[in-house]
């Protein structure tokens, strides 16, 4: 049988730990293919590059799968590794392992997160993994069975097209990990600032400051999950629609006729 068609990528850039242990999870699955971007591109969300052009070439790092180091954003490694590179539609795009969480409010701001999303645009199943540590020799083996289970099963039971999973490990030892939950996304956020400074010209600058604040405890929750020692599987989708709120809405904004809305 043919082996299964594995798109990695990151936001951290190709050369980051992350990324270089999952492509070496990857090649024990499958046929894999790398495109990543040539630095760090942390917190880009779904950006896309439309004022500059773009570029990638093919560069010897390690192991048998071949490596495509690209000037864009995760986003645009998906959009290129489909346009240009790939000979074929991956069976599967799988983009980490991220350095931090990409857990509840995360999900939005995310590099790792939009790469996946993006492929599931294109109706290609995903799946981005985090790590919650950010440190560069963090260890990434101790959840290497979990991840390689959960492509295999993406594999053999693919999501509906649109739907990605949004996967968190917790920073335990292999033998302190509970298991997994699958879980909605935790309601929480970042409370900001920016930090005035003034260089030694006079001009003022900022640094951008905060802490995480969660307001989910629940049971269900991403950030629960994890604060008790499990990997948390969240089902992501583009579609940002409030279907809950449309009729609502309808009613809230139906005008009788355009004299109406002239006169509001």
């Not at 790939?86 to 991220?98: A, E, F, Y």
Request: net charge negative; hydrophobic share 40%.
């Amino acid at each position: 049988m043919e082996r299964p068609l594995i798109l990695v990528t990151n936001d951290d850039g190709i050369t980051a730990p992350g990324i270089r242990n999952l492509i070496n999870f990857m090649n024990e699955i499958g046929e894999v293919v790398v495109v990543a971007p040539n630095s760090p591109q942390s917190g880009k969300g779904h950006a896309i590059t439309i004022n500059s052009t773009l570029s990638y070439e093919e560069v010897n790092l390690d192991g048998p799968q071949t490596d495509f180091s690209c000037s864009g954003t995760p986003v645009d490694c998906v959009k290129m590794a489909l346009d240009k590179i790939l000979k074929r539609r991956p069976d599967i795009v799988v983009s980490g392992i991220n350095h931090g969480a990409n857990s509840s409010i995360n999900v939005i701001y995310s590099g790792t997160m939009s790469a996946a999303v993006e492929a599931g645009v294109e109706g290609i199943p995903a799946i981005g993994f985090s790590l919650l540590d950010f440190s560069w020799e963090a260890d990434f083996t101790q959840a290497k069975e979990y991840i390689q289970n959960i492509v295999r099963r993406t594999l053999e039971k693919p999501m509906p097209k649109g739907i990605v999973l949004n996967v968190n490990i917790p920073k335990l030892p292999a033998e302190e990990i509970k298991g997994v939950k699958v879980c909605k996304q935790a309601h929480a956020k970042w409370e900001e600032s920016f930090d005035e400074r003034i260089n030694p010209h006079g001009k003022k600058y900022y640094w951008l400051t905060g802490y995480f604040n969660n307001m989910d405890e629940s049971e269900d929750a991403d950030e629960t999950a994890l604060a008790n020692g499990y990997i948390s599987i969240v089902p992501v989708k583009f579609d940002l629609t409030a279907y809950e709120y449309m009729k609502t809405l309808e009613e809230v904004m139906s005008f009788e006729n355009a004299k109406e809305i002239k006169q509001s």
